[in-house]
């Protein structure tokens, strides 16, 4: 099992454009949820699918928006990108809603330059 | 505001030497807590949650509601312990986990 999966590893974009970044959940898990990290900060959560909708979303503008497919995987988007949006892009998978245990992927490093 | 509050960025220990990395969080309801620990070139993954009551590697946390804190500890540091610790919390009801900005332990040999 190669657990989470996130493409691509690393991007680099310039202000104003959008990106999509996917997550692939561990096998078995049905509920993916979506952390922004900033430099030295902890992960902040962005927002939650679980059956294909959102489920709970965090304190991020609409810019911010995610799609779930039927094989559970997912998307975020981020629109009209800021620099402030240089960060790392964690994707977590979980069996349920939770609040269980969460698994991470390796990230997604976006730079907006 | 900040929910979870890791007051030491950096933490150095000897090896052999007890360990505490400190954990204040600010909310009111019962909450769940989390400790979850990135060692070098992996992932982010679990390590303890409050309601276990597990020890984990050696460490042990526990939910001080009085104090509102859950310090992680483990009596005798080991230097594959040497990593990127966040305590997190999930408030009653909530699916997310809001993460502290995280504690990095060296374990000196």
């Known amino acids: 099992d190669a657990g989470v999966t996130q493409s691509p590893t690393h991007l680099i974009k310039t202000r104003g454009q959008q990106v999509t970044l996917r997550c692939s959940p561990k096998?078995?898990?049905?509920?993916v949820s979506w952390y922004q990290q900033a430099l030295g900060q902890g992960p902040q959560f962005i927002f939650q699918?679980?059956?294909?909708?959102?489920?709970q979303r965090g304190n991020f503008p609409d810019r911010f928006s995610g799609h779930q497919f039927p094989n559970y995987s997912s998307e975020l988007n981020v629109n009209a990108l800021l620099l402030g949006d240089s960060a790392l892009y964690l994707c977590?998978?979980?069996?349920?809603?939770?609040?269980?245990?969460?698994?991470f992927g390796e990230g997604s490093r976006l730079t907006v330059l | 505001a900040q929910r979870v509050t890791q007051p030491e960025k950096l933490l150095s220990v000897f090896k052999g030497a007890p360990v505490e990395l400190k954990c204040n969080y600010s909310?009111?309801?019962?909450?769940?807590l989390f400790w979850y620990v990135q060692y070098s070139r992996q992932r982010l993954q679990l390590l303890l949650r409050?309601?276990s009551r597990e020890s984990i590697k050696g460490f042990t946390a526990d939910l001080n509601k009085g104090e509102t804190s859950f310090h992680l500890k483990k009596p005798f540091a080991q230097e594959e312990d040497s990593a990127m610790y966040y305590c997190a919390l999930s408030e009653a009801g909530a699916n997310n986990l809001f993460f502290g900005t995280g504690t990095r332990l060296t374990v000196i040999p």
């Open positions: 699918y679980y059956e294909e909708e959102e489920r």
């Open positions: 909310y009111s309801g019962s909450p769940e």
């Open positions: 977590a998978s979980s069996l349920d809603l939770g609040p269980g245990e969460l698994f």
């Open positions: 409050h309601i």
């Open positions: 096998s078995g898990h049905d509920t």
